[in-house]
């Protein structure tokens, strides 16, 4: 075993090293993304017993359940968009999977949405950041901390006669972190990666259009972003290995330091 692996280990096991959940839980509860009546929209997660100890498996309890791909804290794969429908490796089972590890670049953009629910990063947003921590580097997921995962029940969607009402990124700052900084991709604690109002955009969606159609991946219902330093933490992100699958529910952790 490599020195750096044992390191590693014994960092966890003595608590200066501490993982983090970046997963909400998962349940019939779980808020998905209401999409307009004349699209298809996405089940529930629906969970039921098979057996519980009982007549129907004596020894033993499991569940089955079904849900979308996109429910709850979920992985996006370039493939979910049109145009990343004919990139290489681009569907969940497809990717590599040492790029299911990356270190977190974390913008807190909070003081911006508690005054404005559609707010959107602009690319000034992202060079404030740089000058306090750096540039970020390829490879890097880009996690945007709002609070929003804070919010439960409606406001969770935030629905408004015009659609959902939740932050998001400008066009400009997903085509720069993408194309510029070759990011992995972005992670937000909203119900998708793209702001509420985004069918209203052009192109719509443009958080997914751009990062996609550049081969990066998506991250969405994350929690706890809270303890996650705005750099230095490791994110490991990987999702079930649906075959030709467009995206999948995930547990996300994050490994950060103690000190
Ligand atoms: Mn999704």
Same mark, same amino acid.
């Given at each position: 075993m490599s020195k750096l692996l044992m390191q590693l280990v014994e960092e966890l096991n003595r608590g200066s090293l501490r993982v983090v959940d970046l997963t909400q839980p998962l349940s019939p509860d779980t808020p998905i993304l209401p999409l307009p009546a004349q699209f298809n929209n996405t089940p529930k997660f629906r969970i039921w017993e098979l057996s519980h100890y009982d007549a129907r498996g004596p020894a033993w309890y499991w569940n089955a359940f079904e849900t979308g791909e996109h429910t709850g804290t979920h992985f996006d794969a370039p493939i979910h968009w049109i145009s990343g429908k004919d990139l290489p490796n681009n569907s969940v089972d497809r990717i590599p999977p040492s790029q299911f590890i990356g270190p977190a670049c974390v913008i807190d953009i909070i003081a911006k949405v508690a005054g404005n629910p559609d707010y959107l990063v602009v690319p000034s947003d992202i060079s404030q950041w740089e000058a306090q921590h750096g540039r970020i580097k390829p490879g890097s997921w880009l996690l945007l901390r709002t609070g929003w995962s804070r919010r439960g029940g409606a406001d969770y969607i935030n629905l408004k006669d015009d659609g959902p009402h939740t932050p998001g990124f400008a066009k400009e700052s997903s085509e720069l972190l993408a194309k510029e900084r070759n990011i992995l991709g972005v992670g937000v604690e909203?119900?998708? #990666?793209?702001?509420?109002?985004?069918? #209203?955009f052009n192109p719509p969606f443009p958080n997914h259009y751009l990062m996609h159609g550049s081969g990066k991946f998506g991250l969405a219902g994350l929690a706890n972003l809270d303890q996650l330093p705005p750099t230095g933490a490791v994110v490991i992100a990987a999702p079930l290995k649906i075959v030709n699958g467009s995206g999948s529910p995930v547990r996300v952790i994050a490994i950060v330091s103690s000190s």
């Open positions: 909203t119900v998708g #990666t793209d702001a509420g109002q985004a069918a #209203t």
